[in-house]
């Protein structure tokens, strides 16, 4: 072999050797080609995935503003029942102080995989601008559970708060929610929720003895004074009090109003003062309403039936 024909020889050896080498370390299966990027899901497919919590979230509300618009009572109390079952316990999904935190941290669920969420509170935002904090009243698991502790036990168990110290008390709820916003702007720590709400006994897990000793001694409490925690101590309800402040639609009020006592006494929240509705108190809880509209006991519907009558003898006479 001649020297030139041995130097092409050992230059194939080379070249053969080499690409053993790079085809050793490279993956099974063909070339190492980088994949094609993913194609993202669109927002019709989002909304697909969400379609059944959308449409279940509209149905509950459906039934809740049926049962207000009607003032049935029987409705409101499936509306509450059906609040504890699928609000509460099936998908614990109630507005919390913890969302408050999000409007001033910035921290909100991301709204695309959240869209049945932000139907709730588009839903709760609106109503209490229309008529007042009618969540509150028929929406929140918590509040509809408290209410439905009311048909269970005697009301000769309960306390009747004196006029002047529930006045100061409903302050309260004012200086809680003052008191938690302030300790999230300085630390940043929304764990502070469970602390100052009950919210939570809808998700049992994860949570401390502490907690559910306070959480024994709110329900014991509530069974004695009526909404205790909703009228005095929740800081999610003073925030759409102060949001009720603006409400358009308000309950209509007779001149008869100022001296008759009747919805007054029938009151659950301590929303009347006279011939004032409490905005910030008011729940819309239907009581007084129906007495409003009862002619058979609102004086003003009595004082115009007797009216009524005596025109009505004078023509004859």
């Not at 102080?97 to 709204?111: A, E, K, M, Q, R």
């Not at 309403?289 to 005596?310: F, G, Q, S, V």
């Amino acid at each position: 072999m001649t020297l030139a024909a041995r130097r092409l020889f050992l230059s194939l050896v080379c070249v053969v050797a080499f690409g053993a080498g790079v085809m050793a370390q490279a993956p099974q299966g063909g070339f190492d080609f980088p994949d094609e990027e993913q194609d993202q899901p669109t927002w019709r497919e989002d909304i697909r995935a969400q379609a059944v919590d959308i449409g279940l979230v509209v149905a509950f509300s459906a039934l809740a503003f049926t049962s207000f618009f009607r003032k049935s009572r029987a409705l409101k109390y499936v509306t509450l029942v059906a609040s504890v079952v699928y609000i509460g316990f099936w998908k614990s999904t109630l507005l919390s102080i913890v969302n408050v935190f999000g409007l001033f941290g910035g921290n909100l669920p991301i709204f695309r995989y959240s869209l049945a969420w932000y139907l709730l509170v588009a839903i709760t935002v609106v109503s209490t601008i229309l008529w007042g904090r009618v969540y509150c009243g028929r929406v929140c698991a918590f509040g509809a559970l408290t209410q439905l502790m009311d048909q269970v036990f005697p009301a000769k168990w309960r306390i009747k708060i004196p006029r002047a110290i529930e006045d100061r008390a409903a302050w309260i709820k004012y200086g809680i929610l003052a008191g938690v916003l302030a300790y999230f702007l300085l630390t940043r720590n929304p764990l502070i929720y469970p602390y100052v709400e009950p919210f939570w006994l809808f998700g049992i897990y994860g949570k401390t003895p502490v907690l559910y000793a306070m959480l024994a001694v709110l329900l014991i409490a509530t069974i004695f004074v009526r909404n205790l925690y909703c009228r005095f101590l929740c800081p999610l309800g003073a925030f759409l009090g102060i949001l009720s402040k603006v409400t358009v639609f308000r309950i209509k009020r007779w001149s008869e109003c100022k001296t008759c006592k009747i919805c007054e006494k029938a009151c659950e929240w301590g929303a009347i003062r006279g011939p004032q509705i409490v905005l910030t108190e008011c729940v819309r809880c239907d009581d007084c309403e129906r007495l409003y509209a009862d002619t058979t006991k609102c004086p003003h519907h009595l004082i115009l039936i007797r009216k009524a009558d005596i025109l009505a003898r004078r023509a004859t006479n």
